[in-house]
């Protein structure tokens, strides 16, 4: 679907770099929102367009856009346009362009809405609190850090949850508010002090680095799988946040540090000692773990007990999927409170009960992270229903409990009754906790003051799906008025998504992720008449070649022995076996042989550099680099087809780092016919070169291709360059830093430059694999000669 006249209107931006991308953006963006969320796209667009910063913040709107809408929710697209109108409306207007491109990281990091919000938040109170003000009043300079800050974001977030974020923010501020060159340096990750905070804060188990294998536990001992959707634990100070399902998937949070507990010998008639997951000893780092027994002298001769967070995670995980397997909901409306916390009690202890039955394993492990209350503890005065519904949990769980109450071991022993009698329901738990709660009942229960302690089980969800309220007008509730607003999807014409690719800075020695956006296009069609034309010209070179390539391709069989089922009888084999037959010894019965040809294991990509240089003339020649680039590539393209290597052809230029064109001539799947001669022959040049993120972009499909040797050829006439960027160092650096990615990928790449200065730079770049060609007339003779020597 092609971009409307009513969409440009919407759009209203008139830079050139913006319509030149605003159709690929846009045909991405259709995969990704509904009708109401493009709207909002486009219009969000036009008003950062307005805000008269210039096309770049454009720019980076319609490509984070999209991936940030999919994964927070379209109701992210406004709050992030209001947000940098607040920006652009101060002197911190320098930093929209590093907070927009901060924004797809944020979300594959915090991966919900709410935490998103909190991101926001947080980078709000770095503005306000690192711009300079005079006697209280805010100046007209902007912050000095906040750039740097939201430059650093990406790779902060990849290394913190957001609660270690805000830890390490809030450091940088209060201890260099009086030096701005030194709070630069500090969030710009160069300082010493910068990097050992990093390291403090980042302890415990981030879910983001272990929600694949979490995922894969889900599907490995439940046949199941689960969205998760994090939380932090770090900006909730009046009510902590516990674990819960619904219909979104499973909210947990964003790390879990380790869990530090002491073994201790359980004495008969005595409760263990008692831990909670909630008290101040709760989940500490290594470097902060000490005794946390009201007895230090005692304690220090208890051996310590540590429970990984992702084993943490995985009790969680598996209590949370008992209750999707076992649970039904429940009406509540008649159930007191009391009531409705002592059903939820018996209903944990039966779908854990249901999958120890299963997996008994894990009863040691919950057991290990359920508090177990001291008996008897809660002061007088208090209510103690908790305390003492959280003692009848724990004496479910663990049949060494040690408790001596008659109710808790009345019920106890109930449960476990209807347990192994078998066929309980959720509804069979509901007449065991009204009962519990009225026999148990105490004038005290009604205290305002209740005793916490010891009654907070961290792997336990809120169970909210397992209650149901009646409300008025359920009974007049239809499905049918419940659509769920659907996707635009398009039929035909559909253009691939930008992949996005990192940048090697030199200056600051780290990537710049996500920095760069290759589009892809399958180059269009011209004459293949062309083509043909071309290779006939130099039929008396074909036939010199052809030679060579007769003594190239593979001649010898290689004999595959000790085979089942074979094409002849391997007779060394077969008379070892009727030997062993004779001594009563099992014989072998892979008695046959086959053959297969000693063939060549290559696949091979040829990256052409289409900039606009390779439009110019050389000296002495009456051709353009382009016409003798399309003679070299067509007669090595025939070459490698008679040799029988997969290969593969692309093209790439670029207009800046927003805009990198990578043009499909030939798949490793398509044969040299007429279709690939038609776009070879259609060949243009045009723009600039960014060489390291289309080489990253050739290698990542190469990369994919079954073969032993993969060969990655570079034909490029200049230097690598663009429009942005000033330093013509930095994107020479990248591409060296992508050639050492490529090596590390099992890929050799080669350069062929037609630069006669070439010799200046390419051996940065590439090493000794380069070659520069002097005579640019015998391009077409050289190049094919020089993959036949690389090949050999």
């Known amino acids: 679907m092609t971009v409307t006249q009513s969409e440009r209107d919407a759009l209203g931006c008139g830079f050139a770099q913006v319509q030149g991308v605003f159709d690929d953006c846009l045909a991405y963006a259709r995969g990704k929102l509904s009708a109401e969320g493009i709207k909002a796209y486009i219009e969000g667009a036009g008003i950062i367009c307005k805000m008269g910063r210039g096309a770049e913040p454009v720019l980076l709107f319609l490509e984070e856009m999209p991936q940030v809408a999919e994964q927070l929710g379209e109701a992210v697209i406004p709050e992030v346009v209001a947000f940098t109108r607040k920006l652009a409306r101060s002197p911190n207007s320098p930093a929209i362009a590093p907070f927009l491109q901060s924004l797809a990281a944020a979300a594959r990091s915090l991966e919900s809405h709410e935490l998103f919000n909190e991101y926001l938040n947080l980078v709000m109170q770095t503005l306000e609190r690192t711009t300079p003000t005079v006697h209280g009043i805010d100046s007209m300079y902007g912050s000095t850090c906040l750039p740097d800050f939201l430059k650093s974001v990406p790779f902060l977030l990849s290394q913190l949850a957001l609660g270690g974020l805000k830890n390490w923010v809030e450091y940088g501020i209060k201890s260099y508010a009086n030096d701005p060159d030194r709070q630069r340096d500090y969030f710009l990750l160069q300082s010493a002090d910068s990097r050992a905070v990093l390291q403090r ?22 046949a199941t799988e689960a969205r998760f959707a994090p939380y932090s634990l770090a900006f909730d100070t009046l009510r902590k946040p516990v674990p819960y399902l619904d219909h979104l998937g499973i909210h947990l949070p964003d790390v879990y540090d380790d869990f530090v507990l002491p073994s201790s010998t359980v004495v008969p008639g005595q409760c263990r000692s008692g831990f909670s997951p909630t008290s101040r000893h709760e989940y500490r780092p290594a470097s902060t773990r000490g005794s946390w027994a009201k007895d230090e002298d005692k304690q220090t001769s208890l051996e310590k007990t540590v429970i990984p967070g992702i084993n943490r995670y995985r009790a969680l995980l598996a209590h949370v999927h008992a209750h999707r397997l076992w649970t039904t909901p429940l009406q509540a409306d008649n159930l007191s409170p009391f009531q409705r916390l002592a059903i939820e009690i018996f209903e944990d202890a039966r779908v854990e009960y249901l999958a120890m039955s299963v997996y008994p394993g894990l009863r040691a492990l919950w057991a290990a992270l359920h508090p177990a209350p001291v008996e008897g503890s809660c002061p007088e005065g208090w209510s103690g229903l908790r305390h003492r519904l959280f003692t009848l949990s724990r004496a479910l769980l663990d049949p060494q409990h040690g408790y001596s109450h008659p109710a808790i071991l009345k019920y106890a022993a109930l449960f476990h009754a209807a347990m192994e009698a078998g066929n309980t329901t959720s509804d069979s738990m509901i007449e065991l906790g009204v009962s519990f709660i009225a026999e148990t009942r105490v004038p005290s229960d009604f205290s305002a003051k209740v005793y916490f302690a010891d009654t907070e089980v961290g792997y336990r969800d809120d169970n909210r799906l397992m209650w149901k309220f009646f409300e008025e007008g359920d009974e007049e509730e239809t499905s049918s008025q419940k659509v769920k607003p659907q996707r635009i999807e398009e039929a035909g014409n559909e253009k691939l998504p930008p992949r996005l690719y990192p940048e090697w800075d030199y200056l600051d020695q780290h990537y710049r992720p996500d920095w760069v956006s290759v589009y892809e296009h399958l180059h269009r069609s011209g004459d293949a008449g062309r083509i043909d034309r071309l290779l006939a010209k130099h039929s008396a070179l074909a036939k010199q070649l052809k030679k060579i390539i007769d003594l190239l391709k593979p001649q010898h069989k290689v004999r595959i022995r000790y ?8 007779l060394d084999i077969a008379i ?16 046959n042989m086959s053959h297969r040809s000693d063939g060549r294991s290559i696949a091979v990509s040829l990256l052409l550099d289409l900039s606009a240089s390779l439009g110019d003339v ?4 009456t051709q353009s680099k382009l016409e003798l680039s399309q003679e070299a590539v ?45 776009r070879l ?11 390291g993120a289309a080489m990253r972009h050739a290698g990542h499909y190469l990369a ?26 930095h994107l020479a650096e990248d591409a060296r830093v992508a050639v050492r990615e490529l090596g590390q990928k099992g890929i050799y790449p080669y350069c062929i430059s037609l630069d006669p200065k070439a010799d200046e730079y390419v051996a940065g770049i590439f090493g000794n694999r380069h070659t520069v060609v002097d005579n640019i007339r015998r391009l077409p003779e050289q190049m094919t000669k020089l993959f036949l020597a690389l090949t050999r």
Request: glycine share 10%; proline share 4%.
């Open 201 to 222: 804060e980042r302890h415990g188990t981030l879910l983001v680095d272990h929600e694949r294998k979490l995922d894969l536990y889900l599907r490995g001992l439940w």
């Open 563 to 570: 085979q089942e089922e074979g094409t002849e009888l391997d």
């Open 576 to 591: 070892r076996s009727l030997i062993d037959f004779k001594c009563g010894i099992t014989p072998d019965t892979r008695i």
């Open 618 to 621: 050389p000296g002495g020649c």
């Open 634 to 678: 067509s007669l090595l393209a025939w070459a490698i087809e008679e040799m029988g290597d997969p290969f593969a052809i692309g093209g790439f230029h670029s207009n800046t780092r927003h805009e990198v064109r990578y043009f499909h001539f030939k798949g490793y799947q398509e044969r040299w016919d007429s279709r690939v001669k038609e």
């Open 681 to 691: 022959a259609a060949m243009e040049a045009g723009y600039s070169t960014r060489m």
């Open 704 to 729: 994919h291709q079954q073969a032993d040797k993969k060969l990655l050829l570079v034909l490029t006439d200049g230097e690598p360059s663009d429009i942005d960027t000033q330093d013509p160092r």
